[in-house]
């Protein structure tokens, strides 16, 4: 749980600002890209112009939560002062799925490190809304917290704009000179705009006065979006014009080139796929005769060869088995890929039972202890899904540490999908190599360490990615370790 409070964050031992680089719309796209209830795309910055300002534009609640809750989630984490303006009736919900997400609420309302206003105490504490005085409310709000946290963030529900009395001209004015109230500050902002609740015009000038949009799922840098000098200017329609056009045909081009650039690489990635199945099926007859005939002359010949002969022999019959399960494992792999994914409801429990019966001589071998949680349905490719999680169970046996395993397997449901996680008490990993772990042939430890061909977790990150999730690991050396996938819900559930 994220419990830290201000002070606590600091014994705790939070990055300072210069190693976590200044509070700015970066910070904010790392929140959603690395976050489970984020699931992406997230657009890198590139060339595009970084004002920390960005806006959800939202059809359901699950897309609202997905997008707020690792923005606050992050400004907890840092250290940094988040306020949340709220409607009447959203806190509850929002309160809710902040601690769904890991974050200890009362704790950090106590602490002063969340803090949740109303509309009336923020846009409408003059009675009515003036942009001059929200952008001194905020000026005054960045001051404060920066005084004593190492930021400021900020997001804001927005459905009371449509209260009679609120002129929308002042609203979208006030919009565009908050990029400039934020520029160089240690402050970023996310708005929230209810897509089915405000009318599309509003809609439109809330694109074109943000300059990143969270849409559907997904973080975009926005081409519509138009500079406040720009957008308040009288010649605004006619370099709206010129905007758009020149827009258009610079998409158009970048598609082209983009869609011409893919059928390059499938038709690339497919021939070298094949050629790994071929090579891989033809180099099993070979390895075979090789181990064979050595095996042979060690048995027909033993009396006549010396200590150090046979111990050659031994290192070369060796080597093949090693380089035979290389092969089957990479044969494996490029089944998954070539292979048709097929989506179904599966039961996990089933597909655990499975898993665990045919690790049995393992898991009485180790002393192994393994704990199950009530496991879903979700919705899969049952063969696949034994696989990654026979890849995970052997894993957490083989990488134990002095003392029988300890491993629980547990799945938390977050908006639309499932979690499922398989933690050990084992060797643990380095967490400078949590991301190489998932390479094809990436090993960490020697042969004579542990066995294996470093294509297992390759081959679940690959499964994984088949079911549109994600696959990652929590983990300290000595500590153990927490693999967590993510799958989509069976549809059956809903």
């Given amino acids: 749980m994220c419990s830290f409070g201000h002070d606590e964050q600091t014994a705790a031992g939070v990055q300072t600002d210069d190693q976590r680089g200044v509070l700015g719309l970066k910070s904010g796209l790392d929140a959603l890209r690395s976050s489970p209830e984020f699931r992406g795309p997230v657009e890198s910055l590139g060339d595009h112009d970084p004002t920390e300002h960005l806006a959800v534009i939202h059809e359901s609640q699950a897309e609202r939560l997905a997008a707020v809750v690792p923005f606050m989630r992050q400004g907890i984490e840092r250290g940094e002062r988040c306020l949340y303006i709220v409607n009447d009736r959203s806190e509850s919900d929002l309160i809710e799925a902040m601690e769904r997400g890991g974050i200890d609420v009362d704790a950090v ?125 009288p010649d605004s329609p006619d370099r709206e014009v010129d905007r758009m056009l020149g827009t258009l045909h610079e998409r158009t081009t970048a598609k082209v080139e983009r869609n011409e650039t893919i059928d390059a690489l499938e038709e690339s990635n497919d021939q070298l796929q094949r050629f790994a199945y071929i090579a891989s099926h033809d180099l099993q007859e070979p390895l075979r005769m090789v181990s064979s005939y050595l095996q042979l002359l060690e048995r027909n010949y033993r009396n006549e060869l010396d200590a150090d002969a046979r111990d050659y022999i031994d290192f070369a019959v060796g080597g093949a088995d090693r380089m035979r399960e290389m092969i089957d494992d990479l044969l494996e792999f490029s089944r998954i890929d070539t292979g048709e994914t097929t989506l179904e409801p599966v039961d996990c429990e089933g597909v655990i039972d499975t898993v665990l019966t045919d690790h049995q001589v393992q898991i009485e071998e180790s002393g192994a202890t393994i704990e199950t949680g009530t496991l879903p349905t979700v919705e899969g490719d049952r063969t696949q899904l034994e696989q990654l999680f026979a890849n995970l169970v052997g894993n957490a046996i083989k990488y134990r540490g002095n003392e029988p395993p300890e491993i629980e397997i547990d799945a938390t449901e977050r908006d639309g999908y499932w979690q499922l996680s398989v933690s050990d008490d084992g060797i643990g990993i380095d967490p400078e190599f949590t991301d190489q772990i998932f390479d094809v042939f990436n090993r960490l430890h020697t042969e004579t360490e542990y066995s294996g061909t470093g294509i297992g977790l390759a081959l679940c990150r690959k499964i994984a990615t088949n079911h549109g999730g994600e696959i990652w690991v929590d983990t300290e050396p000595g500590e153990g370790s927490t693999f967590s996938v993510t799958l989509p819900r069976a549809r059956h559930a809903d």
């Fill in 109 to 233: 309302l106590e602490s002063g490190a969340l803090t949740f206003r109303t509309v009336e105490d923020t846009y409408l504490r003059t009675g009515t809304f003036d942009p001059d005085d929200m952008l001194e409310y905020y000026a005054d709000a960045i001051e404060a917290a920066t005084a004593e946290y190492a930021g400021l963030r900020i997001s804001a529900e927005t459905t009371w704009i449509l209260d009679e009395g609120t002129s929308l001209e002042k609203f979208m004015e006030y919009e565009s000179r908050v990029n400039e109230l934020f520029d160089g500050e240690d402050c970023i902002a996310l708005c929230q705009y209810d897509r089915d609740v405000i009318p599309a015009e509003i809609i439109c000038d809330v694109v074109r006065t943000h300059p990143h949009l969270v849409y559907d799922g997904a973080v975009c840098h926005n081409f519509y979006y138009t500079p406040p000098a720009e957008f308040f200017r």
